[in-house]
């Protein structure tokens, strides 16, 4: 093959020291650009990685800055009944796992704390506290997100300590047993939220856990606040459609009349009608004959 109709093939790497069989080589100015370009890269590689722990710095700072906010927003939410609980049964993601048992577990959360590692990078923590309730003994439950020695992500959790027959994690899965009948591979796809706080099988894809780290702590008035933007919404709907209703009523009401009036005008036009050939006196037959005599 000529090396006219050749394509160019790719730099695998500008040491000109290596030679492998797939090496090419260039014209010196070719060559020398690539270098120059292989250099410039290395720069914005190293900046890049400066940037980067900047930004860590700056967010480890404002970590700090925002933690008394945080807790100072823990003791005023402690002063709404069922804070929590509402927030998260009207959280589109995490209301999809929850379980009507487990809402009303919920009742019983008190605070949610969501605390990053120093180094940020490294992991974080999220932490539920409860009052005594008569579904388990803890007071708090936590689960930690981190990277594991080796670099690669893992999670644990605590032990949560059931009461004698209020196990929501075993009612789920037995449920679950019995709605899918032997259908395993739906029965692992459906979740509730203790069985996500207790699974730990893929930390890099817990889709949860980053909603309540992300979405959810950052601001979660806008969640509990949920229901009366609907409810304010659906008055407004049914104010408007009474107005609607009553709009079509008087309509229908004035054509409704309009017609009666109608036939009114008709049935006088009628009987005037009749009136007249009633005042007609009929002609005798002598008179006609005289008449015409």
Same mark, same amino acid.
């Given at each position: 093959m000529s090396d006219t109709g050749a394509s160019p093939a790719k *730099?695998?790497?500008?040491? =000109?020291?290596?030679?492998?069989?797939?090496?090419r080589e260039y014209d010196p100015e070719t060559q020398k650009a690539l270098e120059e370009i292989d250099s410039?890269? &290395?720069? !914005? +590689?190293?900046? &890049?990685?400066?940037?980067?722990?900047? !930004?860590?710095?700056?967010?480890?700072?404002? &970590?700090?800055?925002?933690? =008394?906010?945080?807790?100072?927003?823990?003791?005023?939410i402690k002063k709404i009944p069922n804070f929590w609980v509402t927030a998260f049964v009207n959280h589109p993601q995490i209301s999809a796992i929850l379980e009507e048992e487990e809402e009303e577990c919920l009742h019983y959360l008190?605070?949610? $704390?969501?605390?990053?590692?120093d180094d940020i990078k490294s992991g974080y923590r999220i932490k539920f506290y409860f009052d005594e309730n008569p579904y388990f003994e803890n007071d708090a439950l936590t689960k930690e997100f981190h990277l594991s020695s080796i670099g690669d992500p893992a999670s644990h959790s605590t032990e949560i300590k059931w009461k004698q027959g209020h196990n929501l994690v075993e009612r789920f899965r037995i449920r679950m047993q019995q709605t899918e009948k032997g259908s395993r591979k739906r029965a692992l796809e459906i979740r509730s939220f203790f069985s996500w706080f207790s699974d730990h099988m893929d930390p890099s894809? $817990?889709? !949860?856990?980053? #909603? !309540?780290k992300d979405d959810m702590w950052p601001n979660p008035l806008q969640y509990f606040l949920v229901p009366d933007i609907e *409810?304010? &919404?659906?008055?407004?709907?049914? $104010?408007? %459609?009474?107005?609607?209703?009553?709009?079509? *009523? $008087?309509?229908?009401v004035v054509v409704v009349e309009e017609e009666i009036e109608e036939l009114d005008e008709e049935g006088e036009e +009628? +009987?005037?009608? %009749? +009136?007249?050939?009633? %005042?007609?006196? =009929? #002609?005798? %037959?002598?008179?006609?004959g005289s008449a015409n005599a």
């Open positions: *730099v695998r790497k500008l040491d =000109p020291t290596e030679e492998t069989s797939e090496s410039c890269q &290395n720069e !914005i +590689d190293q900046l &890049n990685e400066k940037a980067s722990e900047e !930004i860590l710095k700056v967010e480890q700072k404002y &970590n700090k800055l925002r933690k =008394p906010f945080f807790e100072k927003r823990n003791d005023i008190t605070k949610l $704390d969501v605390e990053e590692f894809a $817990d889709e !949860i856990a980053e #909603v !309540i *409810v304010e &919404n659906g008055e407004g709907e049914e $104010d408007d %459609d009474e107005e609607l209703e009553e709009e079509e *009523v $008087d309509d229908s +009628d +009987d005037e009608d %009749d +009136d007249d050939v009633e %005042d007609e006196e =009929p #002609v005798e %037959d002598g008179e006609s």
